[in-house]
């Protein structure tokens, strides 16, 4: 009773593990290929996000810097107002903050 079987030689067997070995390969290729591909597109989204960050924050800090400059403005007329309609008020705060200061600092 002998069986017939279908004996893989390990000629066989050997080109069939060089072929899978080499299809491994490819794919490990395009898996590389594949996830360099993705990795500059994140990189490349992410520039492209904090570099738009930065122009909102650059017009925002702007923005800020024109309304302060424009409250100092403000501020700068309102007390040259104030000094030409009361010069001698003026003149006592301004001695009165002299002599005040000098005390402070003169006190070592």
């Known amino acids: ?28 290729a395009e898996i590389s290929h594949t996830l360099g591909e993705l990795g500059r597109s994140s990189r490349d989204a992410a520039a492209g996000q904090a570099r738009r ?17 424009h409250r100092a403005e403000e501020l700068g007329h309102q007390a040259a107002d104030a000094v030409r309609q009361q010069p001698a008020a ?11 200061l000098g005390f402070m600092t003169g006190r070592k």
């Open 1 to 28: 009773m002998a069986q017939a079987k279908t004996a893989a030689t390990p000629e066989r067997d050997i080109e069939q593990l060089s072929e899978q070995i080499a299809a491994l390969k490819q794919d490990m």
């Open 53 to 69: 960050k930065a122009s909102e924050l650059r017009a925002a800090g702007e923005r800020q810097i024109d309304a302060a400059q």
């Open 90 to 100: 003026a003149v006592g705060l301004a001695v009165g903050v002299g002599f005040l």
